[in-house]
């Protein structure tokens, strides 16, 4: 096997333990505290921090996987999260590769734009279109709570992943 394989089956091996810690400390209801009865989204930040730095392609495939395992345990999604983090993740992609430049403070920004898009279509999709009375104020007493304190937790996140990406990036060599 060639040294550049081995080095990326490694480099996903680690994501897929990162995505698999996230998804743990997402939906386990012990292992991380509520505050004011507000859980934080450990998967979404996963997903979009592995889009920046592997681009829109195995973002994509990496956002659809996050989504898929996400879905699992959800009970009203039917497919939402998988696909929902596939779309985000590749425009996430994409937008790095061409526009703007991978730190800490388009993390935050990218980051705070999908988890805040993520919890207002969720109310719209599975709780105004069902009729719930007071989905706006769900979003501004749960949702958005939520996503604020999703992006707070997960900014050690951004450094952990830029983390395993340098040190495991891929070595060109001429043959």
Same mark, same amino acid.
């Given at each position: 096997?060639?040294?550049?394989?081995? /080095?990326?089956?490694?480099?996903?091996?680690?994501?897929? *333990? /990162? /995505? *698999?810690?996230?998804?743990?400390l997402q939906n386990s209801l012990t292992l991380f505290p509520e505050i004011a009865g507000v859980r934080p989204i450990f998967l979404i930040s996963v997903a979009v921090c592995i889009a920046m730095y592997e681009?829109?392609?195995?973002?994509?495939?990496?956002?659809?996987?996050v989504g898929a395992l996400w879905d699992t345990v959800t009970v009203t999604a039917d497919g939402y999260n998988a696909l929902y983090l596939a779309v985000a993740c590749a425009i996430c992609g994409f937008l790095l590769r061409v526009f703007m430049?991978?730190?800490i403070i388009t993390y935050i920004m990218i980051n705070s734009a999908v988890t805040v898009f993520y919890c207002l279509t969720y109310a719209l999709f599975f709780i105004a279109a069902r009729g719930i009375d007071g989905a706006g104020e769900l979003f501004l007493r749960y949702y958005f709570p939520m996503a604020a304190y999703s992006v707070i937790l997960t900014i050690p996140l951004y450094f952990i992943i830029r983390a395993?990406?340098?040190?495991?990036?891929?070595?060109?060599t001429d043959y």
């Open positions: 096997m060639r040294l550049q394989t081995k /080095i990326k089956l490694k480099r996903y091996g680690i994501f897929a *333990l /990162i /995505i *698999l810690c996230a998804h743990l681009g829109e392609v195995i973002g994509a495939v990496a956002g659809f996987a430049r991978n730190n395993v990406s340098t040190k495991f990036a891929d070595i060109y």
